[in-house]
């Protein structure tokens, strides 16, 4: 069945980097699109960057431009979520998802499958 299995997060002072993991399976990865999402105590999902199915295609919330990079490699099923300069407002449990690729209006609409999260805490 699909799965996903995020990794990588902890806790990191303000200014620090962490390198999430996103490792897929049961499904033609090479297929299908990757989301990262993110959710802080109190607040709605938002989503925060986004990779198509060959990497052609990235994006990233204004609030996390600049400072955090997606990438994928399809041989080895993973997505990676890059994260440097870290701020307080970054603390959240982040998610990643996917969708098959094409047909979409949104960036971060119609994800089917979802991981069960990695808790990333910025603090000092």
């Known amino acids: 069945q699909v799965q996903l299995v995020e990794s990588g997060g902890g806790l990191v002072q303000p200014g620090g980097s962490l390198r999430l993991s996103c490792a897929a399976s049961?499904?033609?990865?090479?297929?299908?699109?990757i989301g990262w999402f993110r959710q802080a105590p109190g607040k709605e999902r938002e989503g925060v960057s986004y990779i198509s199915s060959k990497a052609a295609t990235t994006y990233y919330s204004d609030s996390v431009k600049g400072r955090f990079t997606v990438s994928r490699d399809n041989a080895k099923n993973t997505v990676y979520l890059q994260m440097n300069s870290l701020k307080p407002e970054d603390t959240a449990v982040y998610y990643c998802?996917?969708?098959?690729?094409?047909?979409?209006?949104?960036?971060?609409?119609?994800?089917?499958?979802w991981g069960q999260g990695t808790q990333v805490t910025v603090s000092s």
């Open positions: 998802a996917t969708r098959r690729s094409g047909g979409y209006d949104y960036i971060f609409q119609g994800y089917d499958y």
């Open positions: 049961g499904f033609a990865f090479n297929y299908y699109d």
